[in-house]
């Protein structure tokens, strides 16, 4: 059994810093050091690695070695995740364990065709909001989400916070997202005609999530007086930073000169009125975050959060419509990336037909509470939601992958064009 | 209730990276229409607190007082005002700061208590009650006559006769704030008590108001004595033995050599302001050169590894000039204290906007100035927006007007009824709400918040302001202020012109040859580091914040 205190330097940075979870991928990691070790039961070893860059800041990943003396993560060894299944309160006999897909910020693993097991990686204080949100989703008897079936936390030093969690696998044909490609070659109407349903099982869930109001941390809340312009000017300076460090490319050229108009756009969305109660949400909601299940409807997975903001942010009450802009600009980017990503191209409207069924199933279920108390104001708040979707695509994909900046390129045009 | 250990990470130096923000309770958010804030209502600003980016936040008193001292007449330590709430409306405030990733001080007032405090009034019935000597106690005013007088605009001496006991009492701030007696041991534990009740509920830790005074010795001026040390140890090791990650901050208004003895050896305070360099940065700038930061910088002792400096622009008090010169104090009065008004005791009863005569340029240099100095940083509440000051308000009212959130009525501030409010909020034209305040700020890209925010997030992004070593640099500029801060691979280089003119200046840099200046808010690089002297211009009042990188930033 090796003891993770033992590591070198080298070997832990080469355990964290390679790992498809690492986060910080855009800065250099100097020094790694084992600052707690949770878990260390002669079967799986669990620590916590603080790596610590330049400028005096740093991060916690978390790691599983296995009983022998391998300085490699074990988390998909059978015998490991076994245990650590049954820490977290589910024996199972780790007979069949197979990893499960490609997954940025975790690691999961499936166990018997039963259970997912998932490891959460990059850890930080506090309470977790996947297991929050599963927990209030569970009292509030929305079915359309896996069940929790157990966690593994640890209260620290240094830090209280959930090491991994365990639900029921849920049957499906596979993710929203992989099914909408597919379905281009022979069938586009697929997401169009699930598209309603799908507004109606968000509704659900976020009438859920609004349920719990003796609970403080789920009770629906009205939004301080200057939550839009705080919102609206965070919009605003991701505007201005990410356009003013635009690569010099000539694919940009037709938003390359509309920050100005994208800016003024934010203060013309923002004209909201009232917003709504701010809830609990999903927090990164998108094809890729809804399954079709084999009962033939949706179930919504992966409760975290944008792996990038701070857990504080994550668990942050907001509007629901934020939600809704995170699934429509998914289906911008299905319909757009078709022809990238599958050689056949969306059929003309595609983008418009699954956002009108999707927004209209949403509204005919939706908690009133919840939204803007009219349809323009709806409207404008989905855009100024898009709209900050949008930044954040342009930013991600002309530094990682160019060829795809078309997509936020067009949709902020689409944006643009009631005021041009 | 949970501590703050359930939502942050284990990390005793957080202070020391934090940047801070003062406010009243009652002057921030009214949410109940009384006409004075409240912890329910300051509840509701978390989030704009939040994205402002600041780490922590300190209250002042909020204990029931009679207010003849702005609530530092304490006459409870064990409970809220019932204006701001209860106390489980405090403890979920805390909660609530804490779940946004925000720590909460509060003020505590150490030396003295309201003269309607049970325990004085018991204490005042004769020498025989069992709180009999919870006080100072005299039969004459002729002793320790060393001590000077504080508040020297109200009071003629520091002892007050008591017509119930028939004695005279002790007091080194108003006379209706008697000090405790800390030589009697129930009054140390009674105040360790008070303590631990706000500890217990959350609170991650104190501003200790007035410490320096808390004990009296004949034949001294009955500051900084050894017994005040003592007790600061006493009240360290409780907490360290009990509560993690808490902070305690010292206020002790005195020259450097003696404020770093309240950092002990690591074991008394964690923070303590440092009063003398903040009239010095307004006096360097209207001076238009940088001698008074530098000498008094370097005149400032080393402290321990987990102490911090607290530093400030402004603050709930006068500009405090006790820390100064008599001849340096008669520049600043005739530099930023025309109006015999603005005088108050040894200050200025003036908040930072219109001391810089609201020019904007002045406002952001003081802030790059405070941000870049060996310290945490404490921003008074409203100064983010440029609030003004009402001179026709008495004692120190007029710097703790209501926060000025929108346009309408009572500034956002409150729905009550104008008359209703604790102090009118400010109308005047130019600070007045309707020209300055939240809401109008938040919607322009150029507005000095939206600076502000975008400038803690800049500061908070390089942890080597908070914990990095300082040197100053030498300039063939007297004019200009410029030094190096380092922390582990982060080595940055301020430098500030202090003249309202354009200036130019040349730098010894050479021992950071090959690095390239890269320009912290833009990200711009410089022409690389030479052995020749680094030229720099800079345009009135302009600074630069460099990043010394080892590589060209174009690589």
Redesign the interface.
């Known amino acids: 059994m090796p003891d993770p205190r033992g590591l070198s330097n080298e070997q832990l940075l080469a355990l964290v810093a390679s790992a498809r979870w690492f986060a910080a991928k855009d800065r250099v990691p100097e020094e790694a050091e084992v600052v707690g070790v949770p878990v260390e039961d002669g079967v799986v070893t669990l620590a916590i690695v603080e790596v610590r860059f330049g400028p005096g800041t740093h991060e916690h990943y978390l790691v599983a070695l296995g009983a022998d003396d391998e300085a490699a993560d074990a988390f998909e060894r059978p015998e490991v995740a076994a245990r650590l299944a049954a820490l977290a309160g589910v024996p199972s006999e780790g007979a069949r364990v197979r990893p499960l897909g490609v997954e940025q910020s975790n690691s999961s693993v499936v166990l018997d065709e039963l259970h997912v097991l998932k490891l959460y990686r990059r850890l930080e204080a506090g309470p977790n909001p996947e297991l929050e949100v599963l927990r209030a989703l569970a009292v509030a008897g929305f079915a359309n989400a896996p069940r929790l079936e157990g966690a593994l936390t640890t209260e620290g030093p240094p830090l209280e916070t959930a090491l991994a969690s365990i639900t029921s696998l849920v049957a499906s044909a596979g993710g929203g997202w992989e099914l909408t490609l597919e379905a281009f070659r022979d069938d586009p109407s697929w997401l169009p005609e699930r598209a309603w349903r799908l507004g109606e099982v968000t509704a659900a869930m976020h009438a859920a999530l609004a349920a719990q109001d003796t609970e403080p941390h789920f009770a629906p809340e009205e939004p301080s007086a200057e939550a839009l312009a705080l919102l609206a000017a965070e919009i605003d300076e991701e505007i201005a930073s990410t356009f003013a460090s635009l690569p010099d490319d000539d694919a940009l050229g037709a938003v390359a000169h509309r920050a100005e108009d994208l800016r003024d756009l934010v203060h013309e969305l923002a004209a909201v009125g009232p917003s709504g109660l701010a809830i609990r949400t999903h927090g990164d909601y998108h094809l890729g975050q809804v399954l079709w299940a084999t009962e033939d409807d949706w179930v919504v997975i992966d409760f975290e959060g944008e792996p990038a903001r701070s857990l504080p942010e994550r668990r942050r009450k907001r509007s629901p419509v934020r939600d809704l802009a995170g699934m429509t600009r998914s289906f911008a980017y299905a319909g757009d990336a078709a022809l990238l990503l599958t050689g056949v191209e969306a059929p003309d409207g595609w983008v418009d037909a699954c956002r009108t069924a999707f927004l209209d199933g949403y509204l005919s279920l939706a908690d009133e509470r919840l939204l803007p108390s009219s349809r323009t104001g709806f409207d404008r708040l989905l855009g100024l939601f898009e709209l900050e979707k949008l930044v954040y695509e342009l930013r991600y994909e002309t530094r990682n992958r160019p060829d795809w900046a078309t997509i936020p390129i067009v949709g902020m045009l689409r944006l643009l064009e009631p005021v041009t | 209730m949970t501590g703050a ?6 990390s005793p130096d957080w202070f020391k990276t934090a940047v801070f923000y003062e406010l009243h309770t009652r002057a921030f958010f009214d949410s109940s229409d009384d006409g004075s804030g409240d912890f329910r209502g300051l509840r ?2 978390l ?2 607190l ?2 402002l980016g600041i780490d922590c936040i300190w209250l002042l008193p909020f204990y029931p007082s009679p207010l003849r001292d702005g609530g530092y007449d304490v006459a409870d330590f064990l409970t809220v005002s019932p204006e701001f709430g209860t106390v489980d409306e405090f403890a ?1 405030f805390v ?1 609530a700061a804490h ?3 925000m720590r909460v001080i509060s003020d505590f007032v150490m030396n003295h208590t309201s003269s309607e405090h049970p325990w004085f009034q018991e204490s005042r019935l004769g020498p025989d009650n069992p709180k009999s000597d919870w006080y100072v106690w005299s039969d004459t005013v002729h002793r320790y006559e060393d001590a000077r007088i504080i508040f020297v605009d109200s009071e003629q001496s520091n002892w007050t006769f008591d017509p119930v006991r028939g004695a005279y009492f002790w007091h080194r701030f108003y006379h209706h704030q008697p000090d405790l007696n800390y030589e009697n041991p129930e009054v140390a534990e009674a105040m360790l008590d008070g303590l631990r009740f706000w500890l217990d509920l959350g609170l991650d830790g104190f501003r200790l108001d007035a410490v320096p005074y808390l004990f009296e010795e004949e034949g001294t001026n009955c500051e900084n004595l050894p017994e005040t040390h003592t007790f600061l140890r006493r009240v360290r090791a409780e907490i360290d033995a009990h509560y993690t990650d808490r902070v305690l901050l010292a206020e002790a208004n005195q020259w450097p050599e003696d404020v770093v003895d309240y950092f002990g050896d690591g074991d008394e305070c964690h923070m303590a302001f440092h009063f003398p360099v903040m009239p010095r940065m307004f006096m360097a700038l209207r001076r238009e050169e940088a001698r008074p930061m530098v000498e008094i910088l370097d005149r400032t002792p080393p402290i321990p590894d987990n102490c911090q400096w607290g530093l400030f622009l402004r603050n709930h008090d006068e500009l405090t000039l006790e820390m100064v010169t008599d001849e340096e104090r008669d520049y600043m009065y005739a530099e930023y204290a025309k109006d015999p008004r603005m005088k108050l005791n040894l200050g200025i009863r003036r908040r930072l906007a219109p001391l810089l005569d609201g020019g904007r340029d002045e406002i952001e240099l003081m802030h790059a100035i405070l941000f870049s100095l060996p310290g945490s940083p404490v921003l008074y509440y409203g100064d983010e927006i440029g609030m003004g000051d009402n001179l026709y308000l008495g004692d120190r009212d007029g710097v703790r007007t209501p926060m000025q ?2 346009g309408d009525r009572n500034g ?1 501030f409150s729905r009550a009824d104008f008359a209703q409010l604790y102090l009118p909020p400010l109308m005047d034209p130019v600070f007045g709400f309707q020209a300055v305040n ?2 109008a700020q ?2 322009s ?1 150029t507005s000095l918040l ?1 600076w502000l ?2 400038f803690v997030a800049l500061r908070k ?4 302001f908070g ?1 990095g070593t300082y040197e100053s640099l030498a300039t063939s500029n007297p004019r200009v202020f410029a030094h190096v801060r380092t ?4 080595t940055v280089l301020c430098v500030h012109n202090l003249a309202r003119s354009a200036q130019a200046v040349e730098l010894d840099l050479s021992r950071f040859e090959g690095r390239t200046p890269v320009e912290m808010t ?2 711009t690089p410089f022409p690389p580091i030479g052995q020749l002297p680094y030229f720099l211009t800079f345009g009135p009042r302009g600074f630069f914040w460099f990043l010394l990188e080892e590589e060209s930033a174009d690589a």
């Not at chain 2, 250990?5 to 284990?10: G, L, M, S």
């Not at chain 2, 992004?461 to 080597?464: A, G, I, K, N, Y």
Request: hydrophobic share 25%; proline share 5%.
């Open positions: 250990e359930h939502w942050f990470e284990a509701q600003k989030d704009y939040q994205w979920s909660e779940e946004r990733g959130w929108t956002g939240v809401e938040l919607r890209p939206r925010q975008r992004e390089h942890p080597v914990l922390h582990e691979n982060d833009g990200r």
